[in-house]
């Protein structure tokens, strides 16, 4: 609910702050004071799309406030929790527009982009009137306002959650059915490259073993010639040789040397340990480096083999495998390609099935709906003066959808044997008005979260008609809250609070000025209203009269 309005150096206001209360709340003047200012600022600050030249002439910048108390469940809450706002149950949202043209905008002290400032102020405030663009007289929101009248979430909530399967089936299908074809281009490539590739075998690392192996063997004959005269300077020959003959020379001597070579002979046998092991190991290498001539043709073949096939595919010899099993798959797709389609097809076939089935469902119930909504509507205009009025909501099928199949207009046509057409180019002002009203009321209770804006709804109507506008008004504004820009002193008799615009002029300047009436100058704005610039103590009894029979 709207709760307050401050306005500074906007066109003819100077600074204006208004606080409104919940009901029907009525705006009267005379033209030209200022009413539509009111609503021109108030659809600024909201984000709305209007006239650019709003700062007040002699001023650098313009601004507006607005505040609003909202419930914790308001629409507005969740758009703001996602843009990562911290809401309590007050919303203030203000802006700010300079003399070349830049705006900025904050809500709650925080800036915000125009396009997060009209979609919270959506949720906020419904503007109706003749140039109710936005809202009812907007064919594209026709099948909305249907089902909100309807009541059938649960059938919509069916066939949105029908489309989404129905679209990631087909986009599924579409995207095997792109994959397939882009398979079926490198076919032949791929058979050639998964045969070369089984054939071949590579695995991980072998290309550096190979290499080693290689290097080893080409060098082989050289080591070998060098560790086999090793092996014979340590053998029975050479080392080993000399140190036994030095082991048996000193124990022979060792028995008259009183024990001085104890400790030379354990050296020795230690030493002669060591070389025992080192001759081993010599061994063993002399039989590592034995190998076959065929042996090296061979490794190095396979390893040109493995080298050029990596070169070939462009990747490294130990990415080969990977490689191998990542074309093996994709022509595994290929070969199973039809069976998979099929499986997608039937997939696409049974969500269709089910969306058709619950669109069906949901167009059943608006074809109910429009029957009860028409008969609404029938009943509203009578009052309203409309009695030969007719209203039509016209159901065709449209475009699929995550809302069905269903387009919805409303038709009218203004009098018996009249052509019918949509509503916005068949009712003149006043009838516009008061169709749109009609369809307003029958709306009612649909959604009470937003501020409702009647700007002289009852534009060419008067006496019986114009009090049965304002009490449908007042309906509406049980349990919310409307505001109304009126001209009508019926409508003004039935607000809970009234507000007088008003223009002061001088030589210099004109400036709007609004106040909030009391009992005494209520009965006198209602006076003028009725009787025009002279009121008269007859006028002044009429307007106590509308008050006291609101």
């Not at 097809?345 to 089910?354: I, K, L, Y």
């Amino acid at each position: 609910m709207l709760r307050g309005l401050d306005i500074r150096n906007m066109l003819i206001i100077d600074q204006l702050n208004l606080e409104f209360t919940s009901g029907l709340n009525v705006l009267t003047g005379e033209t030209g004071a200022g009413k539509s200012i009111l609503l021109d600022s108030l659809g600024f600050v909201l984000g709305w799309r209007g006239r650019a030249d709003l700062v007040r002439q002699g001023h650098e910048q313009g601004e507006v406030t607005a505040w609003f108390d909202i419930a914790s469940d308001h629409p507005a809450v969740g758009i703001l929790t996602d843009a990562g706002f911290e809401i309590d149950d007050e919303l203030i949202l203000r802006r700010v527009n300079t003399r070349d043209g830049r705006k900025t905008a904050w809500i709650n002290d925080r800036r915000v982009s125009g396009e997060v400032l009209r979609t919270v102020s959506d949720t906020l405030v419904e503007l109706h009137g003749q140039h109710d663009d936005r809202g009812l007289l907007n064919p594209q929101n026709h099948r909305g306002i249907l089902d909100a009248f309807g009541g059938y979430e649960t059938l919509s909530e069916q066939v949105r959650t029908a489309w989404r399967a129905l679209s990631q089936a087909q986009k599924a299908l579409a995207a095997a059915q792109a994959h397939q074809a882009e398979l079926k281009q490198e076919e032949d490539f791929l058979r050639h490259a998964v045969a070369e590739l089984d054939a071949l075998d590579p695995q991980p690392g072998e290309e550096a073993e190979l290499d080693t192996r290689r290097r080893l063997m080409q060098g082989a004959e050289r080591i070998r010639e060098d560790i086999i005269k090793a092996s014979q300077a340590l053998g029975r020959d050479g080392a080993e040789g000399m140190l036994a003959d030095a082991a048996r020379w000193l124990e022979t001597a060792s028995e008259r040397a009183e024990g001085r070579l104890d400790d030379p002979l354990s050296a020795l046998n230690r030493a002669m340990i060591e070389l025992q092991e080192a001759t081993d190991g010599v061994d063993r290498a002399l039989e590592a480096l034995e190998f076959n001539p065929h042996e090296l043709e061979d490794t190095e073949e396979r390893l040109f083999a493995l080298r050029g096939l990596a070169r070939k595919h462009q990747v490294a010899p130990d990415e080969l495998a990977d490689l191998f099993e990542s074309l093996s798959e994709r022509l595994h797709t290929l070969d199973r390609g039809a069976d998979a389609l099929d499986q997608l097809q039937n997939a696409v076939r049974t969500a269709q099935t089910t969306y058709d089935a619950a669109a069906q469902a949901l167009h059943d119930a608006r074809v109910a709906a429009a029957v009860r909504l028409d008969a609404a509507m029938l009943a509203e205009l009578a009052p309203l003066k409309m009695e030969r009025a007719q209203f039509s909501t016209q159901i065709t099928q449209g475009i699929s959808g995550p809302d069905g199949l269903d387009q919805v207009d409303f038709v009218v046509a203004t009098n018996p044997g009249a052509p019918s057409g949509p509503l916005v180019k068949i009712a003149s002002g006043g009838e516009l008005s008061r169709f749109l009203l009609a369809l307003k009321v029958c709306l009612s209770g649909t959604d009470a979260s937003s501020t409702m804006i009647f700007d002289e709804i009852d534009r060419g109507v008067g006496g019986a008609t114009a009090d049965a506008v304002g009490r449908r008004l007042a309906v509406l504004a049980q349990g919310g809250q409307v505001l109304v820009v009126t001209h009508s002193p019926q409508v003004a008799a039935l607000g809970v609070q009234h507000f007088q615009v008003s223009k002061e002029q001088s030589d210099a300047e004109t400036i709007s000025r609004v106040q909030v009436l009391d009992h005494e100058a209520r009965i006198d704005e209602i006076a003028r209203m009725i009787s025009g610039d002279r009121v008269t103590d007859a006028a002044r009894d009429a307007a106590r009269a509308l008050i006291s029979g609101a």
